[in-house]
């Protein structure tokens, strides 16, 4: 099985959009810091109660060696570091981070990166989302910003496969 870590972002727009369970579909089992856990669970709102009612296939995880976090601390904040951190200990297949900055530090190290648009388009890809801009709607609603000019290039990916 895949080893597929989530940031806060990620979790929390698919979670208050209704599609966090995409996740468990793509991935099975995901792996969230601790850091987190605790940046999501601190909100209340529909992410934040998926949370903390424990769902069975987000497994919350401590981040054992600490020491490389200052490494990353002056761009990124607690839980993108923390994702990074337990991504090497654990020897993670996939991070899902929407940040910028994170994604291009998870780049650099090696890692194999996506974010909420790309976890939307492989479930389309897979069959697991019938309507890809109904979908980007509803994370839109929920916050989070697409330019028109990527949510159609997204459609169009959509659409070739």
């Known amino acids: 099985m895949r080893k597929v870590i989530v940031n806060s972002t990620p979790l929390i727009v698919l979670g208050n959009a209704g599609l966090l369970e995409i996740l468990q579909k793509l991935y099975g089992r995901i792996l969230v810091p601790e850091a987190v856990y605790q940046e999501v669970t601190a909100k209340d709102d529909a992410a934040g109660m998926i949370l903390l009612n424990g769902a069975d296939w987000i497994q919350v995880e401590q981040v054992q060696n600490q020491s490389d976090a200052r490494i990353f601390s002056s761009r990124l904040h607690a839980g993108e570091v923390e994702v990074m951190l337990l991504a090497r200990e ?14 291009s530090t998870a780049k650099y190290l090696g ?3 996506t974010g909420s648009l790309g976890v939307l388009l492989r479930a389309k890809q897979m069959g697991f989302l019938e309507d890809i801009n109904d979908a980007m709607e509803r994370i839109i609603r929920n916050g989070f910003y697409v330019s028109e000019a ?3 290039h997204i459609i169009e990916l959509s659409e070739n496969t």
């Open 90 to 103: 654990q020897k993670a297949d996939l991070l899902i981070i929407d940040d910028n900055a994170a994604k």
């Open 111 to 113: 890692m194999k990166v």
């Open 150 to 152: 990527l949510k159609k």
